[in-house]
Nanobody, 122 residues
Framework: QVQLVESGGGLVQAGGSLRLSCAAS????????MGWFRQAPGKEREFVAS????????DYTDSVKGRFTISRADAETTVYLQMNDLKPDDSAVYFC???????????????WGQGTQVTVSS
């Protein structure tokens, strides 16, 4: 069984930065892609970023390109989301998820964390 635990959320002013972490259990972490998603109140969950098993290939939704960076540290079985120049529209619960295969994807995930709240004030 894989468990994912997010941390690092909080309240920040517009223009500020936060770094989210997702600690994963399980010895097969390095063999799978990882992703971040977010869900704002009244909205559907949306894809934010993903990274392949090697850490060399990434994908971002257009609204965060140039501001967010996804990375992974396999020795720590942790995936990160560095968020810079935050905007009020970035406010949401952020979830990490484990991909179903080694390559990054926007919609094929089989394990999910509980989420961490990010609130950006204007």
């Amino acid at each position: 069984q894989v468990q994912l635990v997010e941390s690092g959320g909080g309240l920040v002013q517009a223009g500020g930065s936060l770094r989210l972490s997702c600690a994963a259990s399980g010895r097969t972490f390095s063999s799978f892609s990882m992703g971040w998603f977010r869900q704002a109140p009244g909205k559907e969950r949306e894809f934010v970023a993903s990274i392949d098993w090697s850490g060399k290939s990434t994908d971002y939704t257009d609204s965060v390109k140039g501001r967010f960076t996804i990375s992974r540290a396999d020795a720590e079985t942790t995936v990160y989301l560095q968020m810079n120049d935050l905007k009020p529209d970035d406010s949401a619960v952020y979830f990490c998820a484990r991909g179903s295969s080694y390559y990054h994807t926007r919609n094929q995930y089989d394990y999910w964390g509980q989420g961490t709240q990010v609130t950006v004030s204007s």
